[in-house]
């Protein structure tokens, strides 16, 4: 069975195909193209973010793709810094314009913290709960069919099941080969919040990994379409990026299994350098307010 048409259904009844397509880094203007060929390719999921700046090109790609809009699943993310239920409804329907898809399968807050203040020790529990009012309100006009959350530690995600009205879907987190973090992961599908595996290929930074690659040649697949897999074996969705239509053909080409001692070998990796960037908040760096590289 193709990847392409392998769902999982979120706790609220909506299916999510178990593959998608990443957008960050991809331009704006480069976006509608590369949404296309991947649509083309037979990709039915595709994750942006406000924060991406690439909305208005994903929403264009969405519409021209000649694939109805109930067969696709578009995800995207809440500014990470909207704190407030105002900001919140804004840039919910700042979103909903620029997409001009009609709905959103998937929104979910980017980050309990905002970028510049992000894993400072705040976990901007009253914001996150404003943030996650307004959603709550889209989703139940059904102008988002599921809500979630992104970067959500389980302190945070407790803080919305203790006071929310509609669980999480989704927790969609940094999960690869070399930094995997299995009791997070264990806290969400213990809750039934499917967990959405982001950097697959940890941004790049794996790609000349030679003890990932000699598992990978076992297998006689490239070290992409291993960690692509060791992700799904952990039952998450998984969202590599690429802008690339071959590697768009080749990270969905995941007719094998990682065997179980392999699995056990691919986990017990636990170091990646993420090199130039590890200056992004999501890989331990820091920025300071203005999105600038923090000294
Ligand atoms: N929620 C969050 O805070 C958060 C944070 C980070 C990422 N994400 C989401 O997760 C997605 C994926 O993460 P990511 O963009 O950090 O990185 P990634 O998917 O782990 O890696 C992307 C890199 O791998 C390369 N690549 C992909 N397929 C390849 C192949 N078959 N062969 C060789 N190189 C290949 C890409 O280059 P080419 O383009 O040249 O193929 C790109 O340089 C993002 O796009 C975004 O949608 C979410």
Request: charged residues 20%.
């Amino acid at each position: 069975m193709s990847i392409f048409t392998e769902t999982y259904t979120l706790n609220n009844g909506v299916t999510i195909p178990k593959l998608g397509l990443g957008t960050w880094e991809i331009e704006n203007s480069q976006a509608a193209k590369a949404v296309r060929e991947a649509i083309k390719i037979g990709y039915r999921h595709i994750d942006t973010a406000e924060g991406y700046g690439n909305e208005v090109g994903v929403g264009e790609g969405i519409r021209t793709s000649g694939v109805s809009r109930e067969e696709l699943f578009v995800t995207t993310k809440l500014q990470a810094a909207y704190k407030t239920y105002d900001e919140a409804k804004a840039g919910i329907e700042q979103s909903l314009a620029d997409l001009d898809i009609d709905y959103i399968d998937l929104m979910i807050i980017h980050s309990p913290q905002p970028w510049n203040e992000f894993r400072e020790g705040e976990h901007f529990f009253e914001g996150n709960l404003a943030a996650w009012k307004a959603l709550e309100e889209f989703y139940q006009a059904g102008k988002i069919k599921a809500i979630g959350v992104s970067n959500f530690e389980e302190i945070d995600i407790k803080n919305i099941l203790d006071n929310g009205t509609v669980k999480p879907t989704v927790n969609q987190i940094l999960a690869h080969v070399g930094n995997t973090p299995f009791d997070l992961i264990d806290f969400c599908q213990k809750n039934d919040i499917l967990v959405e595996a982001y950097s697959p290929i940890a941004h790049g930074a794996i790609l000349g990994n030679t003890q990932v690659q000699a598992i990978a040649d076992k297998y006689c697949v490239s070290l992409p379409q291993l960690c692509i897999k060791y992700d799904l074996q952990l039952n998450t969705v998984v969202i590599p990026k690429t802008a690339n239509p071959a590697h768009m053909a080749s990270n969905a080409e995941l007719d094998f299994t990682i065997s179980d001692d392999d699995m056990a070998t691919l986990k017990a990796i636990d170091s990646i350098d993420y090199g130039d960037a590890s200056a992004f908040p999501v890989y331990g760096g820091k920025i300071n307010a203005d999105g600038s590289p923090r000294e």
